[in-house]
């Protein structure tokens, strides 16, 4: 079974005016100590250099804390501006929040134990 995933949507413009918005919204979902957090910058328009930073850095607090952490959804032109500046302390990134969700999903299906199903089904002799 999957742990708790958060999804923070941002929205609009992250700028020097609203970053401190992003860092609360970042550290309340911290706050919760979910399995998975997943920041959906679909929606974002703008991103300055202190924006990306912080969800560069961002990851480090995750792993800190023992939480899985990606971007999902950057515009092409972000996603450049992320990679040619941040390009070796950069975030998971996926192409969607789906996208990220399924990542999720399979890495914990392929790290599950296998249960022994044909012993579940069929019991063998001897066993209570």
């Known amino acids: 079974m999957a742990g708790e995933i958060i999804v923070l949507r941002v929205s609009g413009e992250v700028d020097l005016c609203t970053l401190p918005t992003l860092q609360t919204a970042l550290d309340h979902s911290l706050d919760q100590h979910p399995a998975h957090l997943v920041v959906d910058l679909a929606q974002m328009a703008f991103c300055s250099g202190r924006g990306l930073d912080l969800l560069a850095q961002t990851r480090h607090t995750a792993a800190d804390n023992a939480i899985s952490y990606a971007v999902s959804g950057a515009l ?10 941040w390009d070796s302390d950069l975030p998971v990134r996926c ?25 579940t089904a069929l019991p063998v ?3 209570t």
């Open 76 to 85: 092409p032109h972000i996603d450049r501006l992320w990679t040619l500046f």
């Open 95 to 119: 192409r969607s929040t789906t996208a990220a969700v399924i990542a999720i999903w399979a890495a914990e299906v392929r790290t599950a134990p296998e249960p022994d199903l044909l012993r």
């Open 125 to 127: 002799a001897g066993d």
